[in-house]
């Protein structure tokens, strides 16, 4: 087994094991509760694992590869994104705190948070995701993969981020609409 391989194992183990504790620490909780989800939490699940393994198994297609072949050089720029994502979606977890949820739903006292990554972006641990995936997507060095790597988390996170800020803005009122007024969804400055 090459190094290549055995990174492009391990981070995304590494990251689904993080995944699962955040699922752990809400049951713990009492908190994680579905009602307000609508079933995003599954399709997340669902079009992230899908999005991974497609990416995975359709790599070496030739006719899709990138251009010049695969090189170390593109695949240590795919795992230095993946490592990035996964830094931003756990800054934006710590942020969060007692109010992070693996599901979408708010606490009585929860206040609008506009510190650390959320001064940029208000999804900044689904921009994370998204850049785990694109990582993977490029690691691999092949179009398709790249495009079953990132469309199909995009697409979930899209609907879940639709979902989500209804909830906030309804729950949170003028104080999270005024910071929608302020910032990006998932690209800072752009969109």
Not at 43 to 61: D, H, P, Y
Not at 146 to 163: D, K, M, S
């Amino acid at each position: 087994m090459t190094i290549y391989i055995i990174l492009l194992i391990l981070i995304p183990a590494i990251w689904i094991a993080f995944e699962i504790s955040l699922v752990i620490r809400d049951n713990a909780r009492g908190k994680g509760k579905t009602t307000s989800d609508k079933g995003t939490r599954y399709f997340n699940f669902i079009a992230i694992t899908v999005g991974i393994l497609a990416a995975a198994l359709l790599s070496n297609i030739q006719k899709f590869i990138f251009p010049g072949g695969k090189t170390p050089a593109v695949f240590f720029i795919g795992i230095g994104i993946m490592l990035v994502g996964m830094a931003l979606r756990y800054w934006a977890v710590l942020t969060l705190g007692a109010f992070f949820r693996t599901t979408i739903e708010t606490e009585q006292d929860q206040k609008v948070v506009s510190s650390g990554p959320y001064r940029l972006i208000r999804h900044p641990s689904y921009c994370g995701w998204l850049l785990v995936c694109l990582g993977y997507g490029i690691a691999v060095q092949n179009w398709l993969s790249l495009l079953a790597a990132f469309l199909l988390p995009l697409i979930a996170l899209l609907y879940r981020i639709q979902v989500e800020e209804r909830v906030l803005a309804s729950s949170l009122g003028i104080a999270y609409v005024e910071y929608q007024k302020n910032t990006k969804k998932l690209i800072p400055w752009i969109w």
